[in-house]
């Protein structure tokens, strides 16, 4: 299935906006694995604009967003 | 003594007198360093009740005990006393270059008193110490100053110096090194003006100093400074500064807007994250002495009604505290208005938060232009911020102005109308640009109980709910839920004596975060042979909180003053956080229990004062019978 | 002085300009706000350099010199700097911020003036233009 993926802030670093195919019933938590983010970033994601838990089961034309909450002073 | 020098200079302005003095190592060894040895100093000598801009009030200034190593992170210190903008204990920290010269000039710290009879200027070359006029110098900005006393003293001698804004005792007014790094909150460039000190400049002519263990520190200075340099958010920030991830902090409601009363703004996160300033407006890198974060930005905005030269740039603070908070997504308004700031020696957060407080009012009716001499006050109006506004303020101009220069909470008391209702702060100081209903719930309790006043380093709390922290050794192993009271007050006790002792050693929170609790106690040993383990480094932690209470409850801070004016505990109206309520008085019961605190008095029971050492202070706040 | 031949040069430049702000409607709306007698004092510059507006009583007054009564402000700068505030290009408020502008009395006045001096500038373009001074005109 096809899922478009949004970063935002510094997780722009690691993953560009782009659609991405991936296999069907991927979780979120195996989504995070595929893509090359730091493990020392704690991720917020966003399905479709709600906020979603790494158990989440992705589905076909899902819009993803991921954030961390890493932040300045 | 080892790292610290063990020698303060004292000065009394109204006799023009100076004098060095030694302390005890007790005093180190009780009390740290930095914010905490000067809450210790304070509380021993310094006379408490006195108006903080009255002649009578003490100002320290004072190092940690890591000032002029060679580490990343560690060239910070402290100042300290009775802040003009709360009326209670205040200290403010500064990263740059005058920590390590006053440590190789022979000094610890700097204690105040009394007020010159003419505009003046404190020159410390090595243990040559004098005053000076600072007649020419008296009304002039920041950045011209900076450059006159480089030219007249020297380019490597270091200064401390305030603006327009302190000269005229603006209740925010701070104290710029360097004409970029800022000992931001709490208004002590007011009290550096009410003593008629322009400036303090130094200089040393070696760079030597004498450790506790020379070898055993090197080992540690080679383990911390690459892997502080390498670390993710090192790399993150140097290439995109502090606000590097503030479009992240859009999404998870973090970020405030317009006078807290939104924690969404998709187009604002676009326009003001880190990484367009780096393409629109970066001219290059800044760090601190020492450091190879390098997290300071410079900035040029080359053209438009904004533009200005190159120089200091915006920090995360700046940019959402004369941004979105006060209706802006103007990234070059935003440059100007804190180059501005800059100047003329005005906390950037507390102006911020004082004129989105304003334009809330203005919005709402409860001021109109019969209260501010005409002007409308707009959100997003950045050309009447920056021209009229922040002049005005600096200046205390018209009736604008001289409301606006008592801060938010005092301006509100002054309005009524149910107007400090939608102010944000805790105890007078107003709340940063992080909204604990999308930051973390647990960052609520953290304003509330820091003694200063609402502030997000006074303790590591918002690092704990962002997951950067981990420290078995001294029970923070927790996996934070941001928008819940879960063990937010089991965190709370340990942040705030982690908090405490980072403080006091005067240890940058970006560079601390790569050290672990082990390598504290090595740092404390090593370098100046507190001889520590880590129950006994956290119990000065701790010890340095409570004593920082004890001196609030003197002037009658109780438990009623840990609080949060009612807009921060207003659910959010949209964003992630949206329709939340956060646990506000479950959190801080459950912290007082947790701390041994005094529910009605706010200060630690006298045997939990007596538990850490401070039999003596339990006495003054805990009468017999 | 920068932009000015001898003290006379300025005075007639500044009482022209008040005179065509008192011929526009928004303007002379807004300085009848004012409602202050106010000194332009710019006698660093020479013993006569100096003007007054009266806007007291919904009544638009000018003229040279010190006024007969006591001015209800007074706002001393160099002829210099009154050129380039009203050409725009310096900020009045940050001015006295920085002490180019000393103000004695209300300052209340000035800050009303501030958000207005873009119109200002306009007419005071085609003040100099009309006084032959097209060269003194900031851009």
């Not at chain 2, 022979?106 to 020159?123: M, N």
């Not at chain 2, 804004?165 to 603006?170: F, I, L, P, R």
């Not at chain 2, 317009?258 to 996160?269: D, I």
């Not at chain 2, 709910?465 to 819940?484: D, R, S, V």
Request: negative net charge; charged residues 25%.
């Amino acid at each position: 299935m096809r899922i478009h993926i949004k970063p935002a802030g510094i997780i722009r670093r690691y993953v560009e906006e782009k659609d991405l195919d991936v296999p069907a019933g991927l979780t979120i938590r195996g989504l995070i694995s595929l893509l090359s983010i730091p493990p020392e970033l704690k991720l917020m994601t966003f399905v479709n604009g709600q906020r979603k838990d790494a158990d989440e089961i992705l589905e076909d034309g899902n819009e993803v967003r991921l954030i961390t909450l890493l932040s300045g002073g | 003594m080892y790292g610290n020098t063990g020698k303060i200079i004292v000065v009394d302005l109204t006799a023009g007198k100076i004098e060095v003095e030694s302390l005890p190592e007790t005093d180190y060894l009780s009390y740290i360093g930095g914010s905490g040895l000067a809450a210790r100093l304070f509380w021993e000598r310094g006379n408490i009740q006195a108006d903080p801009l009255s002649a009578e009030a003490m100002l320290i200034f004072m190092n940690g005990p890591f000032a002029g190593l060679k580490l990343s992170g560690a060239s910070r210190s402290s100042v300290a006393g009775r802040s003009p903008l709360t009326g209670n204990w205040g200290d403010s920290s500064c990263g740059g270059y005058f920590a390590p010269e006053l440590r190789y000039a022979g000094f610890d710290g700097i204690i105040l008193t009394g007020k010159a009879e003419r505009p003046s200027l404190l020159v410390i070359e090595d243990s040559t110490i004098r005053i000076e006029s600072a007649e020419a110098y008296w009304g002039k900005g920041i950045e011209s100053v900076n450059r006159d006393l480089k030219k007249k003293f020297g380019k490597t001698w270091r200064n401390l110096i305030i603006g327009p804004a302190g000269e005229n005792q603006v209740k925010y007014a701070m104290i710029l090194n360097e004409a970029h790094h800022a000992f931001g909150r709490a208004g002590f460039g007011a009290v550096m003006g009410s003593k008629n000190l322009k400036a303090i400049v130094v200089k040393a002519s070696s760079k030597a100093m004498n450790l506790a263990d020379t070898e055993g520190f090197e080992a540690l200075r080679q383990e911390l400074n690459p892997r502080i340099k390498e670390a993710l958010a090192s790399d993150v920030m140097r290439a995109n500064g502090t606000a590097a991830n503030l479009e992240g902090g859009v999404y998870s409601g973090d970020v405030p807007i317009k006078n807290f009363t939104s924690n969404f703004w998709q187009e604002m996160a676009e326009n003001l994250t880190g990484s367009v300033l780096t393409e629109k407006y970066l001219t290059h890198g800044g760090a601190c002495a020492y450091c190879a974060i390098s997290c300071k930005r410079n900035v040029a905005v080359p053209e438009g009604p904004f533009a200005i030269p190159d120089g200091p740039g915006p920090e995360y603070e700046t940019i959402v505290s004369l941004g979105s908070l006060i209706g802006s997504m103007d990234l070059a308004a935003v440059c100007k208005a804190g180059r501005v700031c800059n100047d003329l020696g005005l906390d950037t957060i507390s102006t911020g938060a004082t004129i989105a407080w304003a334009m809330e009012a203005f919005e709402k009716g409860d001021i109109s232009t019969a209260d501010t001499d005409g002007i409308p006050l707009v959100w997003g109006d950045m050309e009447t911020v920056i021209d009229v506004l922040i002049p005005a303020i600096a200046a205390k101009i018209g009736k604008l102005g001289s409301l606006l220069a008592e801060g938010s909470a005092a301006a509100a008391r002054q309005i009524g109308k149910g107007s400090s209702d939608y102010t944000a702060h805790s105890k007078g100081l107003e709340v940063p640009a992080h909204d604990p209903r999308g930051g973390g719930h647990g960052l609520a309790l953290a304003y509330a109980v820091s003694p200063r006043g609402a502030c997000h380093v006074a303790f590591p709390m918002l690092f704990m709910e962002m997951g950067a922290c981990f420290y078995p050794e001294i029970g923070f192993e927790y996996e934070l839920e941001p928008k819940t009271d879960l063990n937010k007050a089991e965190t709370a006790v340990i942040a705030v004596a982690l908090g405490s002792l980072e403080n006091s050693a005067c240890f940058c929170q970006f560079a601390d975060r790569e050290v672990t609790i082990p390598e504290w106690v090595d740092l404390f040993n090593t370098v100046a042979g507190y001889g520590w383990d880590i129950e006994a480094m956290m119990l000065a932690g701790k010890r340095v909180f409570f004593l920082k209470r004890l001196i609030n409850y003197l002037y009658g801070r109780t438990a009623a003053d840990d609080a949060l004016t009612p807009r921060m505990l207003e659910p959010a109206r949209d964003g992630e956080p949206e329709g939340i309520e956060i646990n506000f008085d479950g959190m801080k019961e459950a912290f007082y229990r947790l701390m041994n605190m005094d529910p009605v008095k706010g200060i630690p029971v006298k045997s939990a004062l007596i538990a850490c050492g401070m039999a003596e202070e339990a006495e003054r706040v805990w009468e017999e019978g | 002085m920068e932009y000015w031949k001898n003290e006379n040069e300025p005075i007639q430049a500044f009482i022209k300009l008040f005179q065509g702000a008192m011929a526009d409607a928004e303007l002379s709306s807004g300085l009848k706000k004012v409602n202050q007698l106010i000194l332009f004092d710019y006698t660093e510059d020479g013993p006569n350099c100096s003007f007054w507006i009266d806007t007291r009583a919904g009544n638009l007054d000018v003229g040279p010199g010190k006024p007969s009564e006591e001015p209800d402000m007074t706002m001393s700068l160099s002829a210099d700097d009154a050129h380039r505030s009203w050409s725009n290009k310096l900020n009045p408020v940050m001015a006295i911020t920085r002490k180019k502008i000393r103000v004695k009395g209300s300052a209340v006045g000035l800050l009303k003036l501030a958000p207005k001096l873009k119109k200002v500038a306009a007419i005071y373009a085609v003040v100099l233009k009309d006084l032959g001074w097209e060269d003194k005109i900031l851009k």
